[in-house]
């Protein structure tokens, strides 16, 4: 077993503190990773302080992990040491299921093994993310960081990048298509980035006129004000795709009127409850409200790969652990633009 440090919840109430705890040997198949920088997912704050009632402590939090690799077992073949890596949502899962089988890990049907606040299949021993100083995870569940993009803007890409990657590449989204993103922060702006380098017309839909400039600084082509009644009734059914980023419950129905026919709103942020949907609304104009989910490894490694070929990679704020409460209460107020990101140098201190 490997000594490691870290930041952990230790209850609900208390803010996160320093941790020392013991990492596996590598095995044959697993790769050793020295975390550079993790980056803060609002998971991170609602699995912490226990909002969803399924928090297991010790809790280290982090699922946006990328390091450089000081080890492989012996039966690696795609990473060696030296080589730049990341970690996302998930680091195991049962592997012979049709969802696994087909490479879309987030799906298994037994359950994906998480990052953190979760069990080894093993071992039943805790896993712990990447707000510390290393991680071993099995090679198929690690991708390759090319050398050419901003690591410390990579690490949101593992899980806000493929988050919204993922739904826009499943559902076509490209050339000719007018696609909306709703809500601006750490997904959204993603979703932007990705809408527009696929070549679709992206309309930013917000709540806020606030922020139609940055909109526009990431990619949008136009700002729908989702307030503005006019605005939004010059917008109806007029929408081939939307990607719905609002991180808590809402009511859909005005932005499923925006949907022309056999468009599809896919949720990505929503985990609560929602305001009940009109039917009318949707069958109508046969249109789809759907969900998605993070993506598989080898959909998280072509992501990887698209962002190095089109310079994208998130817009950060990097903090050091010791600033983790801090952060959390600016999450909450949603004072970020639009990603914190942990320098783990920091945990010397």
């Not at 012979?96 to 606040?117: F, I, M, S, V």
């Not at 050398?147 to 899980?159: F, H, I, S």
């Not at 729908?224 to 939307?242: E, G, K, N, Q, V």
Request: with cysteine.
């Amino acid at each position: 077993m490997m000594e490691a440090i870290g930041y952990a919840a230790v209850d609900a109430e208390t803010p996160l503190q320093p941790f020392r705890f013991k990492r596996r040997d590598p095995g044959p198949s697993d790769v050793a990773i020295e975390i550079l920088f993790c980056g803060v997912c609002h998971t991170d704050l609602h699995q912490s302080r226990n909002d969803w009632g399924n928090a297991l402590y010790p809790m280290v939090p982090g699922h946006e992990i990328v390091g450089r690799v000081t080890a492989v077992g012996g039966s690696v073949t795609r990473l060696k040491a030296g080589d730049l890596a990341g970690v996302g949502c998930m680091v195991d899962s049962c592997r012979h299921c049709a969802p696994c089988r087909a490479k879309l890990e987030q799906y298994c049907d037994e359950g994906a093994t998480w990052t953190y606040n979760a069990r080894e299949r093993a071992t039943q021993n805790l896993t712990f993310g990447g707000y510390s100083d290393r991680i071993v995870v099995d090679e198929r569940f690690v991708v390759k960081v090319p050398e050419a993009l901003d690591l410390k803007a990579v690490a949101p890409l593992l899980c806000a990048g493929i988050t919204t990657y993922s739904p826009l590449k499943h559902w076509k989204v490209g050339p000719g298509q007018k696609v909306g993103v709703i809500g601006l922060g750490g997904l959204g702006h993603m979703g932007l980035k990705f809408a527009r380098a696929f070549g679709a017309r992206v309309v930013m839909i917000t709540t806020s006129a606030g922020k139609a400039a940055d909109a526009r600084r990431l990619g949008a082509d136009e700002v729908l004000i989702s307030t503005d009644a006019d605005a939004m009734a010059h917008h109806r059914a007029s929408f081939d795709f939307l990607l719905n980023t609002i991180p808590v419950g809402h009511d859909l129905n005005p932005y499923t009127n925006l949907l022309k026919l056999d468009g599809t709103m896919t949720l990505v942020g929503a985990l609560t409850e929602l305001a009940p949907l009109v039917g009318g609304n949707l069958i109508g104009g046969r249109r789809r409200v759907a969900g998605s989910a993070i993506g598989g490894t080898a959909e998280t490694q072509e992501m990887m790969d698209f962002c190095a070929a089109n310079g994208i990679v998130s817009d950060v704020e990097v903090i050091p652990i010791q600033a983790i409460a801090a952060a959390f209460d600016r999450l909450l107020r949603n004072d970020v633009r639009y990603r914190f990101v942990i320098d783990m140098a920091s945990l010397a201190a």
